[in-house]
């Protein structure tokens, strides 16, 4: 965990939320506070896989929210399908041909999904579900907003993990219901050779971040670490160029957003994320004092420059707690 937090300052992160962590990891966090290793504030982000595993979380009495602002219990997680890489998203028809699971695979039978779902909100979680492919995302949508209607539950601010093929039907529900596209934009990058095996019409809507930020859906972006390298300055590059590695081709250029738009998924949008925007994401008089200092100005450098930037120093409520090495 001092490893982790040394990367993130190094990165320019001031928060991190560390997802689908074990009671192991839970613990190791709580350790290294302890011993004073941890300078980056962390959000941990238990992973639920079963009912039975949100019976035994719901009976604990904690909730989201529970610690302090270094460290504190951020959403619980679910997996609603596979990866992209595996061909385990859950897609609707059309099929793609000569897959063992053509449709992609659903972690969760969708009653025992709203089950979970409603057992944790009720017990005062935040809810953060993995869900790619357009069927997966709309199944989590659909248990959202039962739990949202039973519970009468205000400002819930429900997540989807990736919400990697989100139409625009998907968006709309998005809007409505307050839930919030926890996006990758690295992915475009990095792995954007696998959009294409869903077909040109999927392939368009693969984390559309333009189109999300005219509809009203509020994106907030993260690396998912180690699929993509850690440092956001990947990810702000990705959403402003949408360039895919292999073949060098800008991938749904329609989706490209600017830099101010691109910083704000990591800052104003991530502490909204995790109900923190009174405390962090912008620098404002009673805020935390957590900023960065880079070598250049990221609004006037050409735009393939921004993969390049190098953090010099990052503050953590005021304190200096990374400064890039100077060569002598």
């Known amino acids: 965990m001092k490893y982790v937090s040394e990367q993130a300052l190094e990165s ?66 679910m997996f609603a399908d596979g990866g992209m890489g595996a061909r385990t998203i859950a897609i609707y028809p059309p099929e793609l041909k000569g897959e063992a699971n053509p449709l992609g695979l659903l972690v969760w039978k969708s009653e025992d999904m709203q089950k979970a779902h409603h057992l944790l909100a009720g017990a005062g979680w935040q809810l953060v579900t993995h869900a790619i492919g357009d069927r997966a995302i709309d199944q989590v949508l659909d248990s959202y907003a039962a739990v949202i209607r039973d519970l009468k539950l205000k400002d819930a601010r429900f997540r989807i993990a990736h919400s990697g093929l989100s139409t625009p039907a998907i968006q709309k529900r998005m809007r409505e219901l307050g839930v919030i596209a926890d996006g990758n934009p690295a992915f475009v990058y990095w792995i954007g050779s696998y959009f294409a095996r869903y077909g040109p019409e999927r392939a368009r809507w693969a984390y559309p971040a333009k189109s999300c930020l005219e509809n009203g859906v509020v994106e907030a972006a993260g690396s998912d670490v180690d699929v993509t390298p850690m440092s956001p300055w990947w990810g702000i590059w990705a959403a402003v160029t949408r360039r895919e590695a292999q073949s060098g081709k800008v991938l749904a250029p329609e989706e490209r957003i600017g830099v101010r738009d691109a910083l704000r998924l990591y800052t104003r949008n991530g502490a909204y994320d995790g109900f923190e925007e009174r405390q962090k994401g912008s620098l404002e008089a009673g805020k935390f004092a957590d900023f960065i200092v880079v070598d250049r100005d990221v609004l006037t450098v050409p735009a393939d420059e921004l993969k390049d930037v190098v953090v010099l120093e990052t503050f953590v409520g005021g304190e200096l707690v990374y400064e890039k090495a100077v060569p002598r």
Do not use: C
């Open 12 to 77: 320019g992160l001031t928060t991190i939320h560390n997802i689908s962590l074990d009671p192991g990891g839970m613990h190791a966090y709580q350790e290294a506070r302890r011993r004073g290793w941890l300078k980056v504030r962390v959000q941990m982000v238990p992973l639920v896989s079963s009912v039975l595993d949100a019976e035994r979380l719901a009976a604990t009495g904690l909730y989201t929210g529970f610690g302090d602002d270094r460290l504190k219990l951020g959403a619980v997680k």
